[in-house]
T-cell receptor
Framework: AQRVTQPEKLLSVFKGAPVELKCNYSYSGSPELFWYVQYSRQRLQLLLRHISRESIKGFTADLNKGETSFHLKKPFAQEEDSAMYYCALSTTGRRALTFGSGTRLQVQP | SAVISQKPSRDICQRGTSLTIQCQVDSQVTMMFWYRQQPGQSLTLIATANQGSEATYESGFVIDKFPISRPNLTFSTLTVSNMSPEDSSIYLC??????????????FGPGTRLTVL
């Protein structure tokens, strides 16, 4: 069975500081990894997915199969980045998402 | 993309009653899912709603407690039956509007916040 681990419940940084939200997964095959974000009073929305290898709002994430990680990074945090971030995984055989426990990012002025 | 609406957005219910949550999508979608997000916790899949057949439930969730309907490709309902305070959660509908390939984006509804007294 697949599993997603986000070790940090809360990450607090100052504006302009680098951010790294950690995500590790366990799955024996080739997973598809996603980062979803939930801003205050908004619905859950896709931030980025590894298959498209894009940068959204300055965030990037690289799939490291050796370390089974998909950490989310941004070089300079902005206050508007404050939100709940969820790492999630799906597979060819299981389209539903398996979510990590989430990390709350607080960017202080 | 897909635009998803849910009704009701929130409700407060008495123990022992049932509530039906509706999920409406603005386009035909192959796959629809129901998740639960208990207070302070992450999202957990309840079931996959299959059009024209019974839903596929995850371990720990049963049809008698969470009956699901999927009459067509744009609509689904989830009923929370014989509710107890432990059922107090946010219930979310999500869809995969494309081919159902791994890596495709899933879209989420706004959620239904349920409080059981």
């Amino acid at each position: 069975a697949q599993r997603v681990t986000q070790p940090e419940k809360l990450l607090s940084v100052f504006k302009g500081a680098p951010v790294e939200l950690k995500c590790n997964y366990s799955y024996s095959g080739s997973p598809e990894l996603f980062w979803y974000v939930q801003y205050s009073r908004q619905r859950l929305q896709l931030l980025l997915r590894h298959i498209s290898r894009e940068s959204i709002k300055g965030f990037t994430a690289d799939l490291n199969k050796g370390e089974t990680s998909f950490h989310l990074k941004k070089p300079f945090a902005q206050e508007e980045d404050s939100a709940m971030y969820y790492c999630a995984l799906s597979t060819t055989g299981r389209r539903a998402l398996t979510f990590g426990s989430g990390t709350r990012l607080q960017v202080q002025p | 993309s897909a635009v998803i609406s849910q009704k009701p957005s929130r409700d407060i219910c008495q123990r022992g009653t049932s509530l039906t949550i509706q999920c409406q999508v603005d386009s035909q979608v192959t796959m629809m899912f129901w998740y639960r997000q208990q207070p302070g916790q992450s999202l957990t899949l309840i079931a996959t709603a299959n059009q024209g057949s019974e839903a596929t439930y995850e371990s720990g969730f049963v049809i008698d407690k969470f009956p699901i309907s999927r009459p067509n490709l744009t609509f689904s309902t989830l009923t929370v039956s014989n509710m107890s305070p432990e059922d107090s959660s946010i219930y979310l509908c999500s869809v995969d509007p494309t081919s159902g390939r791994a890596g495709d984006t899933q879209y989420f509804g706004p959620g239904t916040r349920l409080t059981v007294l």
